[in-house]
């Protein structure tokens, strides 16, 4: 059976044939780094990161947002 891969960079998508001949199966297939925003949203990690890291005024994007930003990096 072999595989091919179809569409954006973003959504990639793969076509099988099915066990009917006429019919094919599309599927799209999602990486970690949905899952893991989810749960970094869910479990309100940059505000408490927020809570426990100082600020420093004179940066303009927040520490907790490049913390949260490096988060999936370091686990994919």
Avoid: N
Wanted: a positive charge; aromatic letters at 6%.
């Amino acid at each position: 059976m072999r595989l091919s891969r179809l569409g954006r960079a973003s959504s990639p998508m793969i076509i099988q044939p099915s066990w009917r001949p006429s019919t094919l199966l599309r599927k799209f297939v999602l990486g970690a780094h949905p899952i893991i925003e989810h749960y970094l949203q869910k479990l309100r990690i940059g505000e408490l990161i927020a809570t426990y890291i100082a600020q420093d005024h004179r940066i303009q994007l927040p520490v907790e947002r490049t913390l949260c930003l490096l988060i999936p990096e370091l686990l994919t």
